[in-house]
Each structure stands twice: as structure tokens, then as C-alpha cells.
């Protein structure tokens, strides 16, 4: 809820991606993009069946270009996914609250990422490739370290990929934005920080006596 | 990516919010619900246009049987929302981590509610109400302490609100749920909590001399 303007951002790759609205937070370089996909693991992945939106939340991962999710093979939103129906992915990571002097411009903090196009079915082989990153993405180690898929397991996954053509971010990391006459105030402003942080591991307690905790728990950190 | 199905949930409120994948994570009451939704305070709005879905993060409140989100005047979103297109409005929070001993059964823990419905505009005096919930909310006491809106102000703020009527949530919060085989083997398992957590406050270097930081900042909690 600002008017200022400063930085000009890269130009949009389409007319879609453009922001409209608070259009100088836009990042269209591939850096931030990434950087913000790979910070989280879980995105809202948008479609339309029978003229109804649905948003489902679900687990990603980014392997060059494209973004993958999986699911059951069952599943209704992936059977009508690999028929190549539109897509909306996108990643929000909530970095604050910004507490202006004026009602009008008290803001959050944050990054995200929308991403228009199509998803696509992963066959066999890349279905297996990309699940082995999405686990050692998780934690360095964790796929050699489990029990591996059975074949029925891995009949019950299916994987999906996007290819990120269409895509733009957005960034507000700043302090208030305030009126001048605003500043001029005897109010207080500032923000307060906001921040995804990990608990110590808890281990199972079907543990089996005498197991010890594998290095990739005990070293893990969640957003690298 | 379990077969367990332990509790009967509540029924749904209608099919559509019916959970078909891991329906033993389904919780219908209310209070589970209201709790997810006001436990945060950014949900993902999907909608369509011409066909397109998008998805599209933004800051929510609830007030009894209504989720309410705010915007631009001008917003393209807004204003097709306003129309009475349907929505679908999700929350969702990641809570956690789970290792299982085989890699099929890796999961994360998390809270989430998808509801479907129509947007309606607010008029004046119910945007006007709104708002001041909503700032009251992240933080009691600011509605009165920051400069009141203009009448431009006001003029370039829409809010829209949608029925909870057809909503439904999803509670993971479990250890690994695993194979009897794995449970017998010497691997470890576990789980590793993440939460938002809050930093010190942070005074706008343009701050004037003198000026105090006001309660609610001192007392700040998020997600209360």
C-alpha cells in the first residue's frame, strides 16, 4: 500500500507475469527466482476442474527448469494434470510484519513466486531420478540411507514436472513506506521478523534400542 | 503415502470438500478450522479468468463464519472476485519433518483448510469494520494507535469476503507410520519440528527521537 517507485525491475517474460499491482517488488531474474522456489518445500499448486478452482498444497522441488510434485497415483488432481490442463504454481514465504505510522500502510514482509503452464507427466525413469532428489534435497544422505521403493510403491507414485517459462517474483523486504507528513509524526514505526526455525529431532519412539541418529539428522538444516 | 485408517472424521460438509487422499487426516469440526485459519495471516486465493487459474498469496482475517482479505481498489483480482466467481481460499502451515526407515513413507507434518465459495464485496461500513479487526489482530491496540485512513485512503482499499460454508481441514501431525517390516529393521526414524518464530522488533531508522515503542509491539506474539 505504497506509491513509491525506485527500482525499475528486468522486463516480464510475458504479458501474464507482469505485475500490476505494487509492480516495483517484481524480480523477474532467474537467481531470485530460484533462491525463493528452493527456500521451501511446500508450494500451492492451482488448476481448474469443471470450471472450479482448486489450490492444493503439496510438496516441490526445482531441478533446473522445471518444478516437480507427486502424489498417489490415484489422485485426481495429478490424473487431470498429466492431461496437460493450466497450472499456477507458486511459493510464498512469509518474512514479517511492518508496522507503519499510518493505518493505511502497515505491510507484511515476504517472497513469493507465481509460475503459469502445464504440467507434464514424468515417465519411469524420471520419475525415479526426480523423487531420489526430492529426498536427498530434504536431507543429503536420507535416499541412500532408507529402505528403497518396492515395485508397488513405486506404482503408487506418480511425479509431475512444470517447466518454469512463465514466471515472475515478488519481494518486500523494506520498512515502512510512509507519507511525509507521517514522518514527521511523533508515532512509532519499524517490523518485526519472521523466520521457519527447526526444533531438535525427536526420534521415533518405536526405535529400536542402541540405533544412533544418521549425520543427515544431525546435521540437518531445513532451508539451506 | 500411509494405509492406515484409524479415526472416523466428521462428515464433510459437502462432497466436493470430501477428502479422497489420506481421508484419515480429515477434520470437519469447527473448531479445528477456525483454529488453522487463524493461526496465520497470509492464505492463497484460487480463482479463475478466462479459463486461467491463479493463485494468489495475500494477507486473510476471519470474523465468525467469513474469511475476509483486502486489496487495491483497483485490483484486476478484486475485481472479477466481486463478481461472485467461484473461489477457492486455502491456509496452510508447515509444521514439520517426518524421517521414516523406508523412502516411500518420508512425510512432513503440517495444518491446512481449503474452503470453495464466491467472494462478495463489502460495502463502507462493513469494509470499514473490517479493517479495524484486521489491524486489531496483528496486534491489539494498533487500530487506534497509527494515523487513521484518508477518505483517498479508504476510497483505494476493497474488501471481499467469502462463507465458510464448504471447508474442510487436513491435520498431519504424526510420527513416520511405517511398514511392520521397517519397524523391525535397525534404521533410524523421526521427526524434526519447524515453526515461524518471531524476532526482536526493529525500530524504522527514520524513527524521531524520543519516541517510545508502544505496548503492542513490546507484547507482540504471532499466532497467538
Given at each position: 500500500m505504497t506509491t513509491a517507485d525506485t527500482n525499475k525491475p528486468a522486463e516480464p517474460p510475458t504479458e501474464r507475469t507482469?505485475?500490476?499491482?505494487?509492480?516495483?517488488?517484481a524480480k523477474y531474474d532467474q537467481e531470485t527466482i530460484n533462491a525463493i522456489i528452493d527456500a521451501g518445500i511446500v508450494c500451492q499448486i492451482g488448476y481448474v476442474i469443471d470450471s472450479q478452482p482448486y489450490v492444493t498444497p503439496t510438496n516441490h522441488w526445482r531441478i533446473d527448469d522445471y518444478v516437480y510434485w507427486h502424489g498417489s497415483s490415484a489422485s485426481r488432481m495429478l490424473k487431470e494434470q498429466q492431461r496437460g490442463i493450466p497450472v499456477c504454481f507458486t511459493v510464498t514465504h512469509l518474512d514479517g510484519i511492518v508496522f507503519s505510522r499510518a493505518a493505511f500502510n502497515h505491510n507484511i514482509n515476504f517472497r513469493s513466486v507465481m509460475a503459469f503452464g502445464h504440467g507434464e507427466l514424468c515417465d519411469e525413469e524420471l520419475k525415479r531420478e526426480a523423487l531420489q532428489v526430492f529426498v536427498d534435497r530434504l536431507a543429503p544422505g536420507l535416499w541412500d540411507y532408507a529402505r528403497k521403493p518396492t515395485d508397488q510403491e513405486w506404482k503408487a507414485s506418480k511425479v509431475i514436472r512444470m517447466k518454469l517459462d512463465e514466471v515472475s517474483a515478488k519481494v518486500s523486504d523494506g520498512l515502512p513506506d510512509e507519507e511525509p507528513e507521517d514522518l514527521a509524526s511523533n508515532l512509532w514505526a519499524g517490523s518485526i521478523g519472521l523466520q521457519l526455525v527447526q526444533a531438535p529431532p525427536v526420534p521415533d519412539p518405536k526405535l529400536r534400542p542402541g540405533i544412533d541418529m544418521p549425520d543427515f539428522v544431525k546435521n540437518f538444516k531445513y532451508s539451506r
Open positions: 507482469r505485475l500490476k499491482r505494487y509492480h516495483w517488488l
